[in-house]
């Protein structure tokens, strides 16, 4: 099963939602957002190699850390010569040696955007409680209709003590799972791992298992 994490926009915790889930679902997570890699990686081949057709994607893998990652490239060089229509192919093929595939996808609606969502078998939708955010994220469900991405559940970062989660609900048809703002999810950003590595019993640690169990069942 091949899952996509989408935003509307940048800044809301995308990248962290998708680390978060692949490692609940002990899954393989994919930055595929080309431009502007967020996730970690050691020295190696990586995505922006893959997709110029110089690295077989399976072998791209970074299993030295504490969830498995598909890292993508930071250079300009690489973005460059990365052709994106190749993505389809190779989410495939790490699908077929790993399940689920967790995609960090681009935020927004560029073509780089819907390619992981034309990919997915199902997606997540990220947003904040912010004015902003939701709007923005109402444009990418729409996107991700279109392209046949189911919404499997949204999360909502960031909650504060009331958060207007049947609002949102409302807005998607989605379940909304609640992700609460703490220093320890923030900690466990910088250090580039997920919140269970450092905090097992976070409230955030639970809110992801929460998220991961509205995931469709893997046909495998």
């Known amino acids: 099963m091949i899952v996509a994490v989408a935003a509307g926009k940048g800044g809301v915790g995308k990248s962290t939602t998708a680390l978060n889930l692949a490692a609940t679902c002990d899954g393989v997570v994919v930055d595929a957002d080309l431009g502007m890699a967020n996730l970690p990686g050691e020295r190696g081949p990586d995505l922006h190699d893959v997709l110029a057709d110089r690295a077989d994607p399976v072998e791209a893998i970074d299993e ?4 498995d990652v598909l890292p993508c490239g930071r250079s300009l060089a690489g973005a460059r010569a990365a052709d994106p229509r190749r993505l389809t192919d190779a989410l495939a093929a790490v699908e077929r040696a790993y399940d689920p595939v967790v995609v960090d996808c681009p935020a927004g609606l560029s073509a780089d955007a819907g390619m992981p969502l ?3 078998d199902a997606c ?7 004015a902003v955010a939701l709007p ?3 444009r990418t469900r729409a996107l991700a209709r279109e392209l046949d991405a189911g919404v499997a559940a949204a999360a909502l970062n960031r909650a504060g003590p009331d958060p207007p989660v049947e609002r949102v609900r409302r807005a998607l048809g989605a379940p909304v799972v609640t992700v609460p703002d703490s220093e320890r999810v923030a900690g466990a950003q910088a250090s580039g791992v997920p919140v269970r590595a450092v905090a097992p019993d976070a409230a955030a640690t639970a809110a992801y298992r929460e998220l991961a169990a509205e995931l469709p069942e893997s046909p495998r």
């Open 118 to 120: 034309l990919a997915a």
């Open 124 to 130: 997540v939708l990220v947003t904040t409680p912010d």
């Open 64 to 67: 030295t850390g504490p969830v």
């Open 136 to 138: 923005d994220v109402l």
